[in-house]
């Protein structure tokens, strides 16, 4: 399976065991959704009125399907675009992501919402909002990076008792193909460990994964060994992995396709010196893109996305510093460790 | 309890209903700046939301809400409680019950203080009620204020589109905060719109409780019978000010003082008392001592010294609450 049909194949199968779990999204009746993202389920989920074509009116879309979910059903909104999900803020994450605090767990919000970001064959619609959804407690952030995780996180998306956001990268989608264990279970909040390593920590999410993979095999042979971290969920984020691997490694860099300002990469560290005390014995570089919105120019949309050279220049770079780890640093009077 | 209004017992039962509502209301205005007073808009919010079933899915209008929950069986002292956030109440502190009661599967409440949001959710579980073929109906109130939020117009929209069970009312009580709907709703009136969206509609004086049930209670069939929804255009008014300190530098005494002679409760009253059905001393009687009654259960929720129950839980997930209580 490609991850867009893993992902095509956790809906059908959670709607074939739980008849409490419908479908909301434009386009995805007849038409199957957009770049096929509910190919083959009209036919088997049109006729019982699971399937239902949505108007424009993503407010509303994601709006009902709180208030759906509050009183019992499992929607899934298939909301085509990340960049939409700025209208559907108040519904989703101001209020929809606060209900299971606001009651104590007596109310929930089983609810997933489907979207597609990032650059790739889809020219446009590439925002991926990701650190905005961050700043909402009670809100999970899924992305997956292979079919295997693909199928497995998305049935623990529509399993789990809070509002998931599911963000599917348009590069990756239609990408290599892998088989599926539909029986294996993957716990929303786990990171990855794609490539294991000594030298440098890289964590990724989204196309950042398969590019700091191939960055880690071009500098494999330089004599720089990467461990990739795929981070899976950004909320909640796995840092217990991740600070693992960099007291190890003692150099971490952090590959990232959304924008830098209060989002994954500024998160990561947040909670990395928080877990360290204050005293971090690793270093920290970031690859990412500027902070302007997503250009349109195909040359301007690939040189906004750090490529598999940029990864592979930042690892170099950090690998050629002394990792504190190896040294036996202090930190200076009254200054940064 | 019966609040069919075709009997004696049943406009008994109404008619207390508002008295109570209002005295719980009341009472809050006496112990909270904050309250936003729902005074001279019961016949809406007690005549649109009696006589569902239990089962049915209810998300009334902020202004009100309160009322509404009590004459689904709530104890005012838990939503007392919740006003001001204590341990007595059944959100532990966590939820903002100035505004709304707490909420569970049947009671759709306000998460935040934006508006709007509601009708969406309303329309969610209407969704919810007709995908598990169930018979049951949401009603879902909201103001004229609100009813210029997009979200609104979506939901309306969706809901026609689908055929949904779902009575919206348009609780239009004249002003959002200090703008009066006549103004801000261009273009016609909130019905308008609606028969535009497509859904059945109905203006009814919303100072007339009768008025308002039969209105309900034909839109509340035909949604279970399969025909979709309805849109209840109630006209009434705000008798108080948007919030307690509201100096209500956008409105004359005249203008009030002119509603304040069609009264939703006294015009009942007055119905059942020419009917033999309520003594003019038993009604005042009865609306003294439960106004007393609710002055006291609020004072003591206000009062409520300091609780040790309250869990300040660092996650928002649904699981981790689970943990914790």
Known sequence: ?337 | MSFDHGTPEGRMNLWRAMVRGRAFDQAMCRHNNHWHEARGEEAVFIGGFAQLEADDIVAPHFRGACAVSLMRGSDPAELAAGVFGTDGSNSGGNWRGDICPTPSERFIGMFSGSLGTTVAYATGAALHLQQRHLKNVAVCAFGDGTANAGIVAESMNLASMLKLPLVFICQNNQYATSLPATTAIAGGTVSDRAKALGLEVVDVDGNDLEAVISARATAVARAREGGGPTLIHALTYRMGGHYMNDPETYRTRDEVAAWEKLDPITRFEQKLIVAGELGADEAASETLSLMAEMNDIVAAAKDAPPTENLVLNPSAYAEDWRIAS
Not at chain 1, 67 to 91: H, K, V, Y
Not at chain 1, 239 to 262: C, F, H, Y
Not at chain 1, 286 to 300: C, G, I, K
Request: net charge negative; with cysteine; aromatic share 4%.
């Open chain 1, 1 to 337: 399976m490609t991850i867009s049909e893993a992902i095509v194949a956790a809906i059908g199968d959670a709607m074939d065991t739980d008849d409490s779990v419908y479908l909301l999204g434009q386009d995805i009746g007849i038409f199957e959704g957009p770049m096929q993202s509910t190919k083959g389920l009209w036919e088997r989920f049109g006729p019982a009125g699971r399937l239902i074509d949505a108007p424009i009116s993503e407010a509303s879309m994601v709006g009902s399907a709180v208030g759906a979910a509050m009183a019992g059903s499992r929607p899934i909104i298939d909301l085509m675009f990340a960049e939409f999900l700025a209208l559907t803020m108040t519904p989703l994450a101001l209020e929809g992501a606060s209900v299971a605090y606001r009651t104590r767990s007596g109310v929930t919000v089983p609810l997933v919402v489907r979207a597609k970001f990032g650059i790739g064959p889809h020219r446009g619609h590439a925002e991926s909002c990701i650190g905005m959804l961050m700043g909402f407690p009670g809100l999970k952030i899924v992305i997956p990076t292979s079919p295997q995780d693909a199928y497995s996180l998305m049935r623990a998306a529509i399993q789990d008792d809070n509002p998931v956001v599911f963000l599917e990268h348009m590069s990756l989608l239609h990408g290599a193909r892998a088989e599926v264990d539909t029986q294996l279970s993957i716990e929303i909040g786990t990171a990855s460990i794609r490539r294991p390593g000594n030298d440098v920590t890289v964590v990724a999410s989204g196309l950042m994964v398969s590019r700091a993979l191939r960055a880690a095999k071009a500098l494999a042979a330089e004599g720089i060994d990467v461990e990739l971290i795929d981070t899976r969920s950004m909320a909640p984020l796995d840092i217990s992995t991740i600070l693992k691997s960099v007291q190890r490694t003692g150099r971490l860099v952090i590959a990232e396709e959304s924008w830098p300002v209060a989002g994954p990469a500024s998160e990561i560290c947040a909670q990395l010196i928080r877990a360290v005390d204050g005293l971090p014995s690793f270093t920290v570089d970031f690859v990412e893109p500027p902070h302007t919105p997503v250009p349109f120019a195909a040359q301007l949309e690939a040189a906004f996305v750090p490529s598999i050279e940029n990864i592979a220049a930042a690892v170099s770079k950090a690998h050629g510093r002394n990792a504190i780890a190896r040294s036996t640093a202090v930190p200076a009077e009254g200054g940064a460790a």
